[in-house]
């Protein structure tokens, strides 16, 4: 397992952008693939992105074309863009580690402890 740490959760209003990124101290970081979930009060996990160590993205339909998952390696980091946040988008976001582009979090055996994103209409 691995340790993960998220960052850059807030408040932002309709329309704007935000970027999490989460890392890691552990230097098999880039052995896994890097997820992105998120969980909004009274629903359930969902899958966001995830990215394998060469680059290869999935995405879940409802990102698609506003949100942008990227690693950086060689600093332990993998971030996720989001542009054009709608209400919806509020929940609290998860980086997790994984060893394919799985989309259900069964298969993630490290969770970083959350950030918050919350988006104003």
Do not use: H
């Given at each position: 397992?691995?340790?993960l740490?998220e960052?850059?959760?807030?408040?932002?209003q309709?329309?704007?952008?935000?970027?999490?990124?989460?890392?890691?101290s552990?230097?098999?970081?880039?052995?896994?693939?890097?997820?992105?979930?998120?969980?909004?009060?009274g629903?359930e996990?969902?899958?966001?992105?995830?990215?394998?160590?060469?680059?290869i993205?999935?995405?879940?339909?409802?990102?698609?074309?506003?949100?942008?998952?990227?690693r950086?390696?060689?600093?332990?980091?993998?971030?996720?863009?989001?542009?054009?946040?709608k209400?919806?988008?509020?929940?609290?976001?998860?980086?997790?580690?994984?060893?394919d582009?799985?989309?259900?979090?069964?298969?993630?055996?490290?969770w970083?402890?959350?950030?918050?994103?919350?988006?104003?209409?």
């Amino acid at each position: 397992q691995v340790q993960l740490v998220e960052s850059g959760g807030g408040l932002v209003q309709a329309g704007g952008s935000l970027r999490l990124a989460c890392t890691t101290s552990e230097r098999t970081f880039t052995t896994y693939v890097m997820g992105w979930f998120r969980q909004a009060p009274g629903k359930e996990r969902e899958f966001v992105a995830a990215i394998r160590r060469g680059g290869i993205t999935r995405y879940a339909d409802n990102v698609k074309g506003r949100f942008a998952i990227s690693r950086d390696n060689a600093w332990n980091t993998v971030y996720l863009q989001m542009n054009s946040l709608k209400p919806e988008d509020t929940a609290v976001y998860y980086c997790a580690a994984a060893n394919d582009l799985y989309s259900s979090g069964n298969y993630y055996s490290s969770w970083g402890q959350g950030t918050q994103v919350t988006v104003s209409s």
